[in-house]
């Protein structure tokens, strides 16, 4: 069974930065696609990023573009996700995801990937 534990979130000013990093245990890290969510209170859950197995292709939400970057270390079984230029807008609860299915197209839909972290809260303030 798949565990994805989620580290890193907080409070931090508008314009900062924070990093954070999931850890996966229980199966073949390195032949998963992984990808980012957030949750804010009353709304949807919405997409933020996603990386290939090997971390050589990468998507983002048009609303983190040139603010995040997804990376990840495999022989540490760990995804990151660093988030520059914070927004009071990017305060979420955010979760990082993992995707079993063939094939090599990244998803932005998150009721295609098969585990789930428990999240972790970022606050920005104004």
């Known amino acids: 069974q798949v565990q994805l534990v989620e580290f890193g979130g907080g409070l931090v000013q508008a314009g900062g930065s924070l990093r954070l990093s999931c850890a996966a245990s229980g199966g073949t890290f390195s032949i998963y696609r992984m990808g980012w969510f957030r949750q804010a209170p009353g709304k949807e859950r919405e997409f933020v990023a996603a990386i290939t197995r090997s971390g050589e292709r990468t998507y983002y939400a048009d609303s983190v573009k040139g603010r995040f970057t997804i990376s990840r270390d495999n022989a540490k079984n760990t995804v990151y996700l660093q988030m520059n230029s914070l927004k009071p807008e990017d305060t979420a609860a955010y979760y990082c995801?993992?995707?079993?299915?063939?094939?090599?197209?990244?998803?932005?839909?998150?009721?295609?990937?098969?585990?789930w972290g428990q999240g972790t809260q970022v606050t920005v303030s104004s």
């Open positions: 995801a993992l995707d079993r299915r063939a094939g090599a197209l990244l998803a932005t839909n998150g009721a295609l990937y098969d585990y």
